[in-house]
């Protein structure tokens, strides 16, 4: 029996406002189309003709399980524009913040696919983790997505000073959510049957797939944190991406597990090693330039391309993301899905609402 159904654009299970089309035929999907996302900003054409300061607000509030992610980028670029060096202290505090941001993102991602196949357990105890982090984040930056801590030329943190003891604090969170992360990957095996579906190959793309989890969990390597493209204070931090070939659902739920072990263990390694201390930025000194910077977000690369006048103000805005690839590797990989697991494999391939919008081919379905 053949039939079509839409999905959102307001689903309680995929909690971002998306709008999918799909052809079934005896249950299992035969065609799989993405819609228009519900969002009103056009990338980064909404930056042209902010200052440098509205466009870091900006900026930071893009995305809140990239915030942080999105200020770095953002940051890189007006550094790189106007030559602003970030000392070591801060360098690590900004990496330490994109750690548990990309730790509470996965856990969020992660908790809706356990709420939707009713793993209670492993939902409220993802759920408490994710409020343990946005907790902690909260006291040393004064919001629980770090919103305006990550400025040019370094950080900004409510209790200047007091950085090495919080960062010592981590401690007792990071343990836990290293051991629940055992729990949850043999959980995850134990239930593999609903997640061995909506296998993505990437013979499909035209070129290197962008850096993502969920090409990382097709076997592609890249990773900006590691190798060439590592910066900031991930160039002296060792580690490879993780990786798995499957490409299914359950590689990609196994992919974000294993994200949130190696940011444990980035964390740990710059806690443990020697802080220096963090001096407050200095002023900028605005002049007529460009520049360019990215990091990689707990969905995947973020670049932004800025042009700057003599004032501050911004002439130009680029912002490239990887979600445009990662929703069309969606739309490549979910055909052939059983309904009733349907869910589980779009929510792990962490596409992004916001990104859908601005940067991907779109259908009015």
């Known amino acids: 029996m053949r039939e079509q159904l839409k999905l959102g654009p307001f689903d309680p299970a995929l909690r971002q406002p998306m709008y999918f089309g799909l052809e079934l035929n005896n249950g299992n999907v035969e065609a799989f189309h993405a819609g228009r996302a519900v969002m009103g900003f056009n990338g980064g054409e909404v930056f042209n003709g902010l200052t440098v300061e509205e466009g870091l607000l900006l900026a930071g509030r893009v995305c809140a399980r990239s915030s942080t992610a999105h200020a770095i980028a953002y940051c890189r670029a007006i550094e790189d524009a106007l030559g602003i ?13 994109a750690e548990l941001e990309r730790i509470a993102a996965h856990l969020e991602v992660l908790a809706d696919i356990a709420r939707y196949v009713e793993d209670s357990l492993t939902f409220v ?11 902690v984040v909260s006291d040393a930056a004064g919001h629980p997505f770090a919103a305006g801590a990550v400025v040019p030329g370094g950080v900004s943190m409510v209790s200047p000073g007091d950085e090495k003891a919080w960062l010592k604090g981590l401690e007792k969170l990071l343990s836990k959510v290293s051991r629940d992360c055992g729990i949850w990957e043999r959980k995850v095996h134990l239930q593999r049957r609903r997640y061995c579906w909506s296998e993505l190959d990437l013979s499909f793309m035209h070129g290197e797939p962008p850096s ?30 993780c990786l798995r070939n499957g490409g299914q659902t359950i590689d990609r739920i196994l992919v974000l ?32 330039s460009e520049g360019t910077g990215y990091s990689e977000g707990p969905h995947g690369a973020i670049e932004y391309f800025l042009s700057i006048d003599s004032k501050g103000g911004i002439v130009q805005c ?20 059983p309904y009733d697991y349907l869910i589980p494999s779009i929510l792990s391939f962490c596409a992004c609402a916001y990104c859908m919008d601005h940067s991907s081919e779109r259908h009015d379905l």
């Open 85 to 97: 060096d970030v000392d070591d202290g801060a360098g690590v505090l900004r990496v330490v913040l």
């Open 125 to 135: 105890s993802m759920v408490r983790c994710t409020r343990k982090i946005r907790k």
């Open 212 to 241: 993502a989890p969920a090409f990382r969990a097709s076997g592609s390597d890249c990773d900006l944190r590691y190798g060439r493209s590592a910066y900031g204070c991930y160039e002296r931090l060792s580690g490879k991406p």
């Open 257 to 288: 597990l294993g994200e949130i072990r190696n940011s444990v263990k980035l964390i740990r390694k710059l806690s443990a090693g020697k802080v220096t201390e963090i001096e407050p930025p200095s002023e900028i000194k605005i002049k007529s």
């Open 318 to 337: 680029g912002l490239k993301t990887a979600s445009a690839d990662t929703l069309n590797a969606m739309v490549s990989a979910l055909p052939g899905t």
